[in-house]
T-cell receptor, first 115, second 113 residues
Framework: GAVVSQHPSRVICKSGTSVKIECRSLDFQATTMFWYRQFPKKSLMLMAT?????????EQGVEKDKFLINHASLTLSTLTVTSAHPEDSSFYIC???????????FGPGTRLTVT | QKEVEQNSGPLSVPEGAIASLNCTYS??????FFWYRQYSGKSPELIMSIYSNGDKEDGRFTAQLNKASQYVSLLIRDSQPSDSATYLCAVEDVTGGGNKLTFGTGTQLKVEL
């Protein structure tokens, strides 16, 4: 149980374009989903927390107009990187939490390369 | 500011030995603690959760929690080369709310043949 999928696993896009990443909880309903970013050999950095049907809560320093998050249902959250630039190239990982246990289950991640 | 501290390593142990990974945290109100394993280029995988003082065993893994000392550890018995990975300690972010976790920077474990 507790399987989280992410799509796409890898994407290459041109500078200035937008990229959408999907995160799905496959076998449980996720009350909360989280979006992280990880640069090579660095620790996980939480970008935002999203709850179904409400606006995402962004961490300090994360531009909400650049990283659009939609949590349309209890099993789906999307992250859209708008007007992507090479410095946005990173490993984006979502996680889902289904109850009061604080246990987060991670998706396999999306490797974004902006050229 | 809430912090979760881990030795970055690498921690090298021979195959078959016990690997001991340690983590300290600053938020005394935290009640939930987790260990994640992350292979290079992959996303983290939850391997243990612990909520009460003492030991919790699951197969070759034992998590140990001491809330008074604000210390949580992970022991891996009979270490295998496949255990070579970065181990992330995560602690409930009580003040931040929203069921967030605070992650340490991870300890790289190398199990050598």
């Amino acid at each position: 149980g507790a399987v989280v999928s992410q799509h796409p696993s890898r994407v290459i896009c041109k500078s200035g374009t937008s990229v959408k990443i999907e995160c799905r909880s496959l076998d449980f309903q996720a009350t909360t989903m989280f979006w992280y970013r990880q640069f090579p050999k660095k620790s996980l950095m939480l970008m935002a927390t999203s709850n179904e049907g409400s606006k995402a809560t962004y961490e300090q320093g994360v531009e909400k107009d650049k990283f659009l998050i939609n949590h349309a249902s209890l099993t789906l959250s999307t992250l859209t990187v708008t007007s992507a630039h090479p410095e946005d190239s990173s490993f984006y990982i979502c996680s889902a939490e289904g109850g009061d246990s604080y246990e987060q289950y991670f998706g396999p991640g999306t490797r974004l390369t902006v050229t | 500011q809430k912090e979760v501290e881990q030795n970055s390593g690498p921690l090298s142990v021979p195959e078959g030995a016990i690997a001991s990974l340690n983590c300290t945290y600053s938020d005394r109100g935290s009640q939930s603690f987790f260990w994640y394993r992350q292979y290079s280029g992959k996303s983290p995988e939850l391997i243990m959760s612990i909520y009460s003082n003492g030991d919790k065993e699951d197969g070759r893994f034992t998590a140990q929690l001491n809330k008074a000392s604000q210390y949580v550890s992970l022991l891996i018995r009979d270490s295998q080369p496949s255990d070579s990975a970065t181990y992330l300690c995560a602690v409930e972010d009580v003040t931040g709310g929203g069921n967030k976790l605070t992650f340490g920077t991870g300890t790289q474990l190398k199990v050598e043949l």
